[in-house]
Structure formats: structure tokens, C-alpha cells
């Protein structure tokens, strides 16, 4: 399986080891050893700020000042089975960081030009906090997987009492392992059964209404040929 993971902190801290966690148990899971990860860490490998210039919407992904760290994300992105998006809570929310990224890749949408290969796709949103706003971390994360259209979304949310990762218990260690585990395990079975799994209803009528929705686009000519091309508009689904 290939495995990206863009981690919204430069931290190797409590987050990072819950990713972790979850990438060994998959990694033991995997009888032929073959699980690819790419890692991504933010701010560094993207530090730029969307700076709400529209180009993206209206040129194309290409036309982004800030392309040249976004398209190497999307790539990877586009070449993973597993989407794995992390982040600590920091005011209840992901970080800034974080929150630039999904920013910059808000063309990628349903309601613009949503990526085929999305479609196919497991997501995982993963988060940590010392005490509270897991729910909206995780639930920001998930969002940008979801409308981007992966198949399954999966979250790992942790509290950890810390501020760093040497001071979490043995106790929220070893609860973590255990969860990274049984969560490792979901993962790879919704992976084993890519093929076979029904599509998610809410997916289904989602990209219906958005397909309704650009029919009727005369406001965005360069996301209206993106659905044309692909012959969303006369029915054809990508899933
Ligand atoms: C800027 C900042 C904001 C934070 N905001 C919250 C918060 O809103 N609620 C909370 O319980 N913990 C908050 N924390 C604590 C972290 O979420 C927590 O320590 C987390 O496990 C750190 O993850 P890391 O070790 O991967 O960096 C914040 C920490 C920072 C640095």
C-alpha cells in the first residue's frame, strides 16, 4: 500500500507518534513488506499562505503562486491509497499550518474539480491535544478528505494530558498502541476490500448535486470543462 502522510507540525511530538503507531501495526499487517510512505511536514514543505488570489479556481492548480510546494503534495497525494492528514489541536483547531494546506487545495473540492483518483482512496485524519477540541480538529481534517472524495474516512483522536511526547503516561502509551492497532486493522481490511465496498451514499449524492450545479456553471469556465472532459455532466461517475 502507499502510504502519504502530511503532518501539520514539524514536531516528532505526540501526534507524530500516534501516526506512527498506526503506520507500524499497517506495516505488520502487510505480509509482503510493500508499504510506501511519503512524508510531508508542514510548515516547511509548504510555507506559503493561500492568499485568496481565486487563481486556482479560475487558471488552474498550475496558476497557484505557491505551486511549486503545492503540485509535489498533490502528486503524492494523487499516487498514495492511503491519504493520512495530521495535526495537534491548537485552539481547538488544527494548526495554522494545516489549515493553509487544506486551504491550498480547496480547488480540489467536489464543488470545483474534484481529482478521479481521489475516489478510491482511504483517508485518515489524526490528532492529539493535551486536553480538549479533538472533535473539530479531526472534523476539519476529515471534511477536506471527504469533499476531495475519498471512499472511506477514518480518524484517530487523542487526548494525551502533555505537552510533549516524553511526558504522555504508560498508560496513554499503551492505550494508543491498542487503538493504532484495532484502527490498523480497519484500515486494512477497507483496503483489502477497495473493489467490493459499496459507495458511500453521501458521496453518491454529492457529486450528483455538484454535476446538477455545473451544468448549470457559467461562472467558472475552467471548472465546468474539468467535469465536461471527464463526462460527469452527461452521467458518467468516477466511482
Ligand atoms: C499553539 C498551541 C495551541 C494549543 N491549543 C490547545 C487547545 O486548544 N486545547 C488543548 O487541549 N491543547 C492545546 N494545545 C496542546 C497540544 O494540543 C497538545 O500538547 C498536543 O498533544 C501537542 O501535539 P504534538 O506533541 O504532536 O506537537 C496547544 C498547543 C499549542 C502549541
Given at each position: 500500500?502507499?502510504?502519504?502522510?502530511?503532518?501539520?507540525?514539524?514536531?516528532?511530538?505526540?501526534?507524530?507518534?500516534?501516526?506512527?503507531?498506526?503506520?507500524?501495526?499497517?506495516?505488520?499487517?502487510?505480509?509482503?513488506?510493500?508499504?510506501?510512505?511519503?512524508?510531508?511536514?508542514?510548515?516547511?514543505?509548504?510555507?506559503?499562505?493561500?492568499?485568496?488570489?481565486?487563481?486556482?479556481?479560475?487558471?488552474?492548480?498550475?496558476?497557484?503562486?505557491?505551486?511549486?510546494?503545492?503540485?509535489?503534495?498533490?502528486?503524492?497525494?494523487?499516487?498514495?491509497?492511503?491519504?493520512?492528514?495530521?495535526?495537534?489541536?491548537?485552539?481547538?483547531?488544527?494548526?495554522?499550518?494545516?489549515?493553509?494546506?487544506?486551504?491550498?487545495?480547496?480547488?480540489?473540492?467536489?464543488?470545483?474539480?474534484?481529482?478521479?483518483?481521489?475516489?478510491?482512496?482511504?483517508?485518515?485524519?489524526?490528532?492529539?491535544?493535551?486536553?480538549?477540541?479533538?472533535?473539530?480538529?479531526?472534523?476539519?481534517?476529515?471534511?477536506?478528505?471527504v469533499y476531495w472524495g475519498v471512499?472511506?474516512?477514518?480518524?484517530?483522536?487523542?487526548?494525551?494530558?502533555?505537552?510533549?511526547?516524553?511526558?504522555?503516561?504508560?498508560?496513554?502509551?499503551?492505550?494508543?498502541?491498542?487503538?493504532?492497532?484495532?484502527?490498523?486493522?480497519?484500515?486494512?481490511?477497507?483496503?483489502?476490500?477497495?473493489?467490493?465496498?459499496?459507495?458511500?451514499?453521501?458521496?453518491?449524492?454529492?457529486?450528483?448535486?455538484?454535476?446538477?450545479?455545473?451544468?448549470?456553471?457559467?461562472?467558472?469556465?475552467?471548472?465546468?470543462?474539468?467535469?465536461?472532459?471527464?463526462?460527469?455532466?452527461?452521467?458518467?461517475?468516477?466511482?
Open positions: 500500500m502507499k502510504i502519504v502522510v502530511v503532518n501539520g507540525s514539524m514536531r516528532h511530538g505526540s501526534t507524530w507518534h500516534c501516526a506512527d503507531a498506526i503506520l507500524q501495526e499497517l506495516a505488520k499487517l502487510d505480509p509482503n513488506r510493500q508499504n510506501e510512505v511519503t512524508e510531508f511536514f508542514l510548515p516547511r514543505d509548504m510555507p506559503g499562505f493561500c492568499r485568496g488570489c481565486f487563481s486556482c479556481f479560475y487558471k488552474g492548480e498550475g496558476a497557484c503562486p505557491d505551486a511549486a510546494h503545492v503540485s509535489p503534495i498533490v502528486r503524492a497525494i494523487e499516487e498514495a491509497d492511503l491519504v493520512v492528514l495530521t495535526s495537534p489541536v491548537y485552539g481547538f483547531d488544527v494548526s495554522g499550518q494545516m489549515k493553509t494546506l487544506l486551504d491550498h487545495l480547496c480547488f480540489m473540492w467536489m464543488s470545483h474539480r474534484p481529482n478521479p483518483a481521489m475516489f478510491h482512496k482511504i483517508g485518515l485524519a489524526v490528532s492529539t491535544t493535551a486536553g480538549m477540541g479533538l472533535g473539530h480538529t479531526v472534523k476539519t481534517m476529515k471534511n477536506s478528505l471512499k472511506n474516512a477514518f480518524s484517530f483522536a487523542q487526548p494525551v494530558s502533555a505537552m510533549k511526547w516524553s511526558d504522555v503516561s504508560e498508560k496513554t502509551r499503551s492505550k494508543i498502541q491498542k487503538k493504532a492497532k484495532a484502527l490498523a486493522l480497519r484500515i486494512s481490511r477497507a483496503a483489502a476490500r477497495a473493489n467490493r465496498r459499496p459507495n458511500p451514499l453521501f458521496r453518491s449524492f454529492l457529486f450528483s448535486l455538484m454535476a446538477s450545479m455545473q451544468r448549470g456553471n457559467d461562472w467558472n469556465p475552467t471548472d465546468r470543462a474539468h467535469w465536461e472532459a471527464r463526462g460527469w455532466l452527461a452521467g458518467e461517475r468516477p466511482f
